[in-house]
């Protein structure tokens, strides 16, 4: 490891490690445990915590039915040398051979990494274009994303990611040209950003509707820092952006990430000495999952994961719990969409 890798590897594990033993203190029973899933946003990772393949089997397994996931981005397994714009094809070929294993079927039944969202400098505008080729090269039919984080706030202590960046990075024009080659390619855009950001995706998306944008972890309305004690003015002015959002048709939501501490809710063994039910985290999170599927409809929203990051806060078995309960009202064929379908869709899975 290089001196300028320490930091962030430090940064990765502060913000992202789990506490096994705290998580095993607390289990439930399986909810609606023939219900078909598909988890459309999740990591593997070796920093210091570990979570590869085996880790993540070891979740998908504790009960629910979990049918294909989809692998997104995380600064996992770079090229150390050569082209650095090509860096990121050393994650696609990792995932790539996770998912050719997983396939054999000789691991279980689960299509782990069916779906690849992986990572291009859109800011290399027309050039980015080698990079896309090469990344659906190392993937095939699996490749199905680019995604761009932007996450940054005026509070620099506020960090989403063990990477900085810079503001208005969705606006900038030679990102603009490099996101533009993405529909030619037929790849999607996973975006990762901060409530206050969402006016400016909403700007992106508009200008590029051909091209599906898929935002991650719903929008982020931020509750510590800067935000701490201002959760119901955050809402109201997340609930606005969302809105505004949402008359973008291309589009789509992930429901989850609600236990990561940038929402505030000090899920983790930090601050609790027992993890939390479903029930608890399914009242928690509401609001924020009730608004989505009010502004975007069922067909436009997935759960998510989000492992092993929300991991630090709630386990495999009791997170799709707390979703469960909080689609109880649901019909059949909306189950369907939430927990399936649209992911489906999104990513192009043929399951």
Not at 72 to 84: F, H, L, N, T, W
Not at 169 to 188: I, K, P, W
Not at 285 to 314: A, H, L, Q
Request: hydrophobic share 45%; proline share 5%; with cysteine.
């Amino acid at each position: 490891m290089t001196a300028e890798q320490e930091p962030a590897l430090a940064r990765h594990q502060a913000l992202f490690g789990a506490d096994e033993l705290w998580l095993k203190q607390y289990s439930e029973e399986i909810i609606e445990p023939d219900l078909p899933i598909v988890d459309p946003h999740h990591h593997l990772w070796d920093r210091g915590a570990r979570y590869l393949f085996d880790e993540l089997r070891a979740d998908i397994e504790t009960g629910h039915r979990i049918e294909a996931t989809v692998f997104v981005q995380c600064d996992a397994m770079y090229r150390a040398g050569g082209d650095p714009a090509f860096a990121p094809l050393g994650e696609t070929e990792f995932v790539n051979g996770v998912a050719a294993m997983s396939a054999s079927g000789g691991y279980g039944s689960t299509r782990v990494c069916a779906g690849i969202v992986g990572y291009a400098d859109l800011q290399l505008g027309a050039k980015v274009d080698a990079v896309l080729e090469a990344h659906l090269r190392a993937a095939g039919d699996r490749f199905r994303g680019i995604r761009g984080r932007s996450v940054w706030d005026a509070d620099p202590s506020i960090k989403g990611s063990s990477r900085d960046f810079p503001p208005g990075l969705l606006l900038d024009a030679a990102f603009r040209e490099g996101y533009a080659r993405l529909s030619a390619h037929g790849l999607a855009f996973d975006s990762w950003l901060f409530h206050p950001q969402i006016p400016e995706l909403a700007d992106l998306a508009g200008k590029f509707p051909e091209t599906t944008v898929i935002l991650d972890h719903v929008g982020a309305p931020l509750a510590i820092g800067a935000y701490a004690g201002k959760r119901q003015e955050v809402f109201a002015h997340w609930r606005r952006n969302m809105a505004e959002l949402a008359r973008r048709p291309n589009v789509m939501v992930k429901l989850g990430g609600l236990a990561m501490h940038l929402f505030g809710f000090d899920l983790d063994s930090a601050h609790r000495q027992k993890p939390a039910s479903s029930a608890e985290l399914a009242d928690l999170w509401r609001p924020y999952i009730e608004t989505c599927i009010e502004f975007f409809g069922v067909n436009r929203c997935m759960f998510e994961s989000n492992f092993p990051v929300d991991k630090r806060g709630v386990s495999y078995p009791v997170l799709w719990n707390a979703f469960k309960r909080l689609s109880a009202g649901a019909s059949a064929a909306e189950k369907a969409a939430l927990f399936k379908e649209t992911a489906c869709r999104a990513y192009r899975l043929k399951l």
